[in-house]
């Protein structure tokens, strides 16, 4: 456990917190007048380890290598020149603080820290944070690398959870939720709609799939994973009959079957470690996910309604009304998938690019 303190005057900022990997939704910009919840779940805190807001760095000031010295191995528009290695938690878990109302930035709901550190000490007065709440991004608190540090607190650290611990308490993320606008007529109203968590989640995996398919066709798993990601795979990758096929490994699912290429694998919450194929398995690509949305593809959730005449017997779900289920076919987040790809080496290998080039045709499309 870690509590984060001013770098100024030493005054303790937050409740104590342990740490997570960053969610791949961190930095998704979901829909247009959405209210969005919290990004961190209460007592965590995440590493973002690159820089994030303005001051931004446009493409004609970019030094020659600047962009691959960040890992970005493809042309990039602008760079954010803030401090890298933010320490991001929820906004219930900050003491001692200040929101600078005149630093709001061009938010229309709320703060989104287009203009820089919102939050300063109570003490001392220095900009020790961004606060984060505006209409389509996910609430949170951003302490600055450079104005904060942590203090590890006296007692034991606990271990990470094992793999089978984790899948004991199999905490699933559900691919269908409700999804709440702001500034209707009648105030806040829902609509039922994918996930935001796993369109995020599958920009970044299907960017890794992109990469793992050396420019072949790939076959996904049947049911909910085809729904994910079959659709882009056929319309980004040459049309034939699949050379090289992905499926669902991980901790207390079987081994893979020979000819695996590649393993869509869940990522330990804690410690964000990829699950480790191991076996005849070992060398295929690993294609990582969050582990609650690969809980649910591994093992999707079990009592669904079932159809029945006459009185409902105990433990069967009505049929009427039918569960509820988005209107439209499942898109990944272009920003996470665009983010993930120009990170991967593999990008600068033509195909890649050309779909790097297109992704606004794509997106027109329905593919994101």
Request: proline share 12%; net charge neutral; hydrophobic share 40%.
């Amino acid at each position: 456990m870690f509590v984060f303190v001013c770098a100024r005057c030493d005054t303790e900022l937050t409740v104590p917190l342990s740490q997570v990997c960053l969610p791949p939704h961190a930095r998704q910009r979901y829909g247009n007048g959405v209210q969005l919840p919290v990004l961190m779940e209460a007592g965590t805190y995440a590493v973002d380890p690159d820089p994030w807001g303005g001051p931004w760095r446009k493409r004609d000031r970019i030094e020659p290598g600047g962009a691959a010295a960040r890992a970005i191995y493809a042309p990039a528009p602008a760079l954010s020149d803030s401090a890298s290695g933010a320490f991001v938690i929820a906004p219930g878990d900050i003491r001692g603080t200040r929101l600078l109302r005149e630093n709001s930035g061009g938010a229309c709901c709320g703060f989104d820290g287009a203009y820089g550190p919102n939050v300063a000490c109570m003490t001392c007065g220095l900009r020790v944070a961004t606060r984060i709440d505006d209409c389509s991004l996910w609430q949170a608190v951003r302490l600055s690398s450079d104005a904060v540090y942590r203090i590890r607190l006296d007692g034991v650290e606990a271990a990470p959870l094992s793999w089978e611990e984790l899948v004991r308490k199999g905490v699933r993320t559900p691919p269908f939720e409700p999804i709440s606008m702001w500034g209707g007529r009648l105030g806040t109203s829902h609509y039922w709609s994918w996930s935001p968590r796993w369109e995020a989640a599958a920009g970044q995996a299907l960017a890794h799939l992109l990469v793992a398919s050396q420019g072949q066709p790939v076959k996904v798993p049947g049911g909910l994973t085809a729904d994910v990601f079959q659709r882009a795979l056929d319309a980004l990758l040459p049309v034939g009959p699949p050379t090289r096929h992905a499926v669902l490994a991980g901790p207390g699912r079987p081994a893979p079957v020979a000819g695996a290429d590649i393993l869509l694998v869940p990522v330990h919450p804690q410690t964000g470690q990829a699950w480790p194929p191991d076996g005849p398995a070992a060398p295929a690509y690993p294609v990582p996910l969050p582990l609650g949305i690969w809980l649910w593809l591994a093992s999707p959730q079990g009592n669904l309604p079932v159809p029945a005449s006459g009185g409902i017997p105990q433990d069967v779900l009505r049929d009427d009304p039918l569960p509820p289920r988005p209107h439209s076919l499942f898109r990944a987040d272009r920003e996470s998938f665009q983010r993930t790809l120009v990170r991967l080496p593999a990008v600068h290998s033509a195909w890649l690019r050309g779909i790097l080039a297109n992704l606004t045709q794509h997106s027109s499309t329905g593919l994101f």
